[in-house]
């Protein structure tokens, strides 16, 4: 899958690092829905807009869960998160990002039709 170029994203020792946690405690809330990691050049990357100063951005799961009910992948739904999307005229990471965490679920809810 094709990830928008300008999205940054940070490993995991780098993110047990600023959260000051460990790889496992990482690799869990993945596994649990919590935060969403792709695999890019071989390593496990997660887009920096879904980690907050010290923990996964809140709205993150719920629309994770959403997006795994509708059948998507972790990689499907990193993808979903980053691109724009014409119901929300906006990527839904900038509509969580704002706070329009209902608007995000609406959209997820189409999909699952």
């Known amino acids: 899958m094709n990830f928008p170029p300008?999205?940054?994203y940070v490993t995991i020792p780098e993110l047990c690092e600023r959260w000051g946690t460990s790889p496992g405690k990482?690799?869990?809330?993945?596994?649990d829905r919590q935060l969403a990691a792709v695999r890019l050049d071989g390593?496990?990357?997660?887009?920096?807009?879904f980690a907050g100063p010290e923990?996964?951005?809140?709205?993150?799961?719920?629309t994770l869960l959403a997006l795994h009910d509708a059948g998507f992948d972790d990689e499907e739904a990193v993808g979903?998160?980053?691109a724009r999307n014409d119901?929300?005229?906006?990527?839904?990471i900038d509509a969580l990002l704002a706070g329009r965490k209902s608007a995000v679920r609406r959209a997820t809810q189409a999909l699952a039709f």
């Open 6 to 8: 300008e999205t940054e």
């Open 26 to 31: 990482l690799h869990r809330l993945i596994e």
């Open 43 to 49: 390593v496990l990357r997660i887009p920096a807009e």
């Open 55 to 62: 923990e996964p951005l809140n709205s993150l799961r719920g």
């Open 80 to 82: 979903w998160l980053l």
């Open 87 to 92: 119901e929300l005229d906006e990527r839904p």
